[in-house]
């Protein structure tokens, strides 16, 4: 299976991109519901799931294994089937969630295929998705009277740094690992 990972986006079967973005979904419903029980268990409450960002990582993952569409498709339904399930994240944050998670994975599929490194992807992924939960949050604040203030923008950044960075060393030695799987074949 990681041997399709790596071969050109084209040949990537719709079975294996449906799995995959199903797999995201999964994860990005999982992984923050792990995180939330984390932080109650060691007193920090939700704050280690807003620090840590843990439904970014399978997003922009499924981006950059099976293409924008994957991505772009699991960003928009993931946060959905959360707050469906555990009405996480709240009904005000929802839309700007599956806008700026929606971008994470475009982006990363649409940068899967170019030539540099994937740290860097992951930083132009971040650039983007950040920018567009800000344009996002005005919008919400602006247009719809929502009670997200507007210096969300800047504490999601501020809280979410150490989850940037770990998106930054985690996601490079994920698709590494990928690759040298399909290496040993």
Request: glycine share 8%; hydrophobic share 55%; proline share 5%.
């Given at each position: 299976?990681?041997?399709?990972?790596?071969?050109?986006?084209?040949?990537?079967?719709?079975?294996?991109?449906?799995?995959?973005?199903?797999?995201?979904?999964?994860?990005?419903?999982?992984?923050?519901?792990?995180?939330?029980?984390?932080?109650?268990?060691?007193?920090?409450?939700?704050?280690?799931?807003?620090?840590?960002?843990?439904?970014?990582l399978p997003?922009?993952?499924?981006?950059?294994?099976?293409?924008?569409?994957?991505?772009?498709?699991?960003?928009?339904?993931?946060?959905?089937?959360?707050?469906?399930?555990?009405s996480m994240?709240?009904?005000?944050?929802?839309?700007?969630?599956?806008?700026?998670?929606?971008?994470?994975?475009?982006?990363?599929?649409?940068?899967?295929?170019?030539?540099?490194?994937?740290?860097?992807?992951?930083?132009?992924?971040?650039?983007?998705?950040?920018?567009?939960?800000?344009?996002a949050v005005?919008?919400?604040?602006?247009?719809?009277?929502?009670?997200?203030?507007?210096?969300?923008?800047?504490?999601?950044?501020?809280?979410?740094?150490?989850?940037?960075?770990?998106?930054?060393?985690?996601?490079?030695?994920?698709?590494?690992?990928?690759?040298?799987?399909?290496?040993?074949?």
């Amino acid at each position: 299976m990681s041997e399709l990972i790596l071969k050109s986006k084209k040949t990537v079967s719709v079975r294996f991109r449906t799995i995959a973005t199903l797999a995201a979904i999964a994860a990005a419903v999982a992984l923050p519901q792990l995180f939330h029980v984390l932080g109650a268990v060691s007193g920090l409450g939700t704050a280690l799931g807003e620090t840590l960002l843990p439904m970014h990582l399978p997003i922009i993952l499924v981006g950059l294994i099976a293409g924008p569409f994957a991505g772009c498709v699991s960003g928009v339904i993931a946060p959905l089937v959360s707050f469906a399930l555990t009405s996480m994240p709240t009904e005000t944050m929802l839309p700007v969630m599956m806008t700026e998670l929606a971008v994470y994975g475009l982006t990363a599929g649409l940068l899967s295929g170019m030539k540099f490194p994937c740290t860097l992807k992951v930083l132009a992924i971040q650039i983007a998705g950040r920018a567009v939960r800000a344009i996002a949050v005005l919008i919400t604040v602006n247009f719809f009277e929502s009670p997200i203030a507007v210096k969300t923008i800047w504490m999601s950044s501020v809280t979410g740094i150490f989850g940037i960075l770990l998106q930054l060393i985690l996601i490079p030695l994920i698709m590494y690992r990928i690759s040298g799987i399909s290496d040993e074949k």
